[in-house]
């Protein structure tokens, strides 16, 4: 149902399109057509990147044309989430920082936010922990200052990637489940999902193959109603981990191979280079030798082409495994020290300890924003006081000069009934018909007590 609704949506969308009439001349019927052409784009980036890549590059035109830079920005951040979701590390990040630069421009806050964060899906996507936990965090700070809240649960989502690749688990779970909280609580289903995954990961690195495994089925019963091509591709490649895990490499094999064909579908570079390493493992402990050397060299190719370290590292420790199975000592050698070298650029100790400074100034950053919002809502809140205290003394002020005008025109409204009385009673002393009708004495001191 949840697929349908998402389909429902691009085919509003398609409509919206076909019936902006540009011919007019309208800057503002221009305008809305980036925006349809963006927000389509945006929708199929992860089921059709491709499609998604040539709308994006209609929108970033007919942008460019208006000179419509909020337009241009937006085109340019899903461009990158184009190139990014098949691995195309390099374009994605010049796509993000060249949006990023109108953002700033225009301050666009939210946009900004966003680009910060795909920034970091880069580094972190290259092996860079350090400067993708940086970007994440600068992220958090944004997205947190504009309360938006999906947003702040997709940067808990991001950083607790990092601490789960860092092999800090109990921190990066801590994270996914605050993520979870919030998706669930503003109906993120697609947020929903990717934390079932994430959550799902901890429990097979804690070897709980059973309670990963339900995870992971939750979170691909969610992808496939709402047709997330990626996101199914993915959840077959977990899947397939926790078989490989449970020494049924033929299950595991199964859905390795499922997950491959979508994500050749869609191109998807970084995730084939992966899957391709978790085939070649499985041919190797099946003895299918030059079947896993096939699979193993195409992902670490791959890998190199894309310059993500974390798959090289992978390769090559399967690369070592491999040659070491077939007694060939030497080659498996020489894997395993590029593999170890590898590692050790990527995890090193100083490495580890930017990450523990990166999350304090963060939160010092944080507790800084908080009191200096604290201060100036004190602020605020004596000004207005002090304009409640001016306003309340020229009210008590003004209600003094009406209470005295009301004495005087009352003195003054009894003055005159006790002249027009005194001259009634002169004209019937004469035998005259009197000349004012007056009020009893009574009624004017009732009057007189209801004004008080």
């Given at each position: 149902?949840?697929?349908?609704?998402?389909?429902?949506?691009?085919?509003?969308?398609?409509?919206?399109?076909?019936?902006?009439?540009?011919?007019?001349?309208?800057?503002?019927?221009?305008?809305?057509?980036?925006?349809?052409?963006?927000?389509?784009?945006?929708?199929?980036?992860?089921?059709?990147?491709?499609?998604?890549?040539?709308?994006?590059?209609?929108?970033?035109?007919?942008?460019?044309?208006?000179?419509?830079?909020?337009?241009?920005?937006?085109?340019?951040?899903?461009?990158?989430?184009?190139?990014?979701?098949?691995?195309?590390?390099?374009?994605?990040?010049?796509?993000?920082?060249?949006?990023?630069?109108?953002?700033?421009?225009?301050?666009?806050?939210?946009?900004?936010?966003?680009?910060?964060?795909?920034?970091?899906?880069?580094?972190?996507?290259?092996?860079?922990?350090?400067?993708?936990?940086?970007?994440?965090?600068?992220?958090?700070?944004?997205?947190?200052?504009?309360?938006?809240?999906?947003?702040?649960?997709?940067?808990?989502?991001?950083?607790?990637?990092?601490?789960?690749?860092?092999?800090?688990?109990?921190?990066?779970?801590?994270?996914?489940?605050?993520?979870?909280?919030?998706?669930?609580?503003?109906?993120?289903?697609?947020?929903?999902?990717?934390?079932?995954?994430?959550?799902?990961?901890?429990?097979?690195?804690?070897?709980?193959?059973?309670?990963?495994?339900?995870?992971?089925?939750?979170?691909?019963?969610?992808?496939?109603?709402?047709?997330?091509?990626?996101?199914?591709?993915?959840?077959?490649?977990?899947?397939?981990?926790?078989?490989?895990?449970?020494?049924?490499?033929?299950?595991?094999?199964?859905?390795?191979?499922?997950?491959?064909?979508?994500?050749?579908?869609?191109?998807?570079?970084?995730?084939?280079?992966?899957?391709?390493?978790?085939?070649?493992?499985?041919?190797?402990?099946?003895?299918?030798?030059?079947?896993?050397?096939?699979?193993?060299?195409?992902?670490?190719?791959?890998?190199?082409?894309?310059?993500?370290?974390?798959?090289?590292?992978?390769?090559?420790?399967?690369?070592?495994?491999?040659?070491?199975?077939?007694?060939?000592?030497?080659?498996?050698?020489?894997?395993?020290?590029?593999?170890?070298?590898?590692?050790?650029?990527?995890?090193?100790?100083?490495?580890?300890?930017?990450?523990?400074?990166?999350?304090?100034?963060?939160?010092?950053?944080k507790n800084e924003w908080k009191a200096e919002i604290y201060r100036l809502r004190n602020v605020e809140l004596e000004a207005e006081i002090a304009e409640r205290k001016e306003t309340e003394d020229a009210l008590r002020s003004s209600v003094c000069d009406l209470s005295r005008f009301n004495h005087l025109a009352v003195k003054r409204e009894l003055r005159m009934i006790e002249l027009k009385h005194e001259v009634n009673e002169l004209l019937r002393s004469k035998g005259l018909e009197e000349k004012y009708k007056t009020p009893i004495p009574e009624d004017i001191e009732s009057e007189k007590e209801n004004k008080k």
């Amino acid at each position: 149902m949840v697929r349908a609704m998402a389909d429902d949506n691009i085919k509003d969308l398609e409509k919206r399109l076909t019936g902006l009439d540009l011919e007019s001349g309208e800057n503002t019927t221009a305008c809305e057509k980036v925006k349809v052409l963006n927000e389509l784009a945006y929708a199929l980036y992860r089921s059709d990147p491709e499609k998604a890549e040539s709308y994006c590059g209609q929108g970033l035109s007919l942008a460019e044309s208006l000179g419509y830079e909020k337009g241009c920005a937006e085109s340019q951040l899903i461009l990158g989430i184009t190139y990014w979701v098949r691995g195309d590390y390099s374009k994605a990040l010049e796509f993000y920082t060249e949006s990023l630069k109108i953002c700033e421009k225009i301050d666009d806050k939210k946009c900004a936010a966003s680009c910060y964060s795909n920034i970091g899906l880069v580094h972190k996507s290259r092996g860079d922990y350090d400067r993708a936990l940086e970007f994440h965090y600068k992220a958090l700070k944004a997205k947190e200052e504009i309360d938006d809240k999906s947003g702040i649960a997709k940067c808990y989502n991001n950083i607790g990637i990092i601490y789960d690749e860092r092999n800090d688990y109990g921190q990066a779970l801590e994270y996914y489940i605050k993520a979870l909280n919030i998706f669930t609580e503003i109906d993120d289903k697609q947020g929903v999902a990717f934390s079932y995954n994430n959550i799902g990961i901890i429990f097979e690195t804690r070897k709980e193959y059973d309670q990963a495994l339900a995870y992971y089925l939750k979170s691909l019963r969610i992808k496939e109603d709402i047709g997330d091509k990626n996101g199914i591709a993915d959840s077959y490649a977990n899947i397939g981990d926790i078989y490989s895990e449970r020494g049924d490499e033929n299950h595991a094999l199964k859905y390795y191979l499922k997950a491959l064909t979508i994500f050749e579908e869609i191109d998807n570079k970084r995730e084939i280079a992966d899957v391709n390493n978790n085939i070649g493992y499985v041919y190797t402990l099946l003895g299918k030798y030059d079947s896993a050397l096939t699979y193993l060299l195409k992902g670490l190719q791959i890998a190199e082409e894309i310059g993500v370290k974390q798959l090289e590292i992978s390769s090559c420790k399967h690369l070592s495994g491999l040659y070491e199975a077939q007694a060939d000592f030497q080659q498996a050698l020489a894997f395993f020290r590029r593999y170890s070298e590898l590692k050790e650029k990527v995890f090193s100790e100083e490495s580890a300890e930017k990450v523990a400074q990166i999350q304090v100034k963060y939160e010092t950053e944080k507790n800084e924003w908080k009191a200096e919002i604290y201060r100036l809502r004190n602020v605020e809140l004596e000004a207005e006081i002090a304009e409640r205290k001016e306003t309340e003394d020229a009210l008590r002020s003004s209600v003094c000069d009406l209470s005295r005008f009301n004495h005087l025109a009352v003195k003054r409204e009894l003055r005159m009934i006790e002249l027009k009385h005194e001259v009634n009673e002169l004209l019937r002393s004469k035998g005259l018909e009197e000349k004012y009708k007056t009020p009893i004495p009574e009624d004017i001191e009732s009057e007189k007590e209801n004004k008080k």
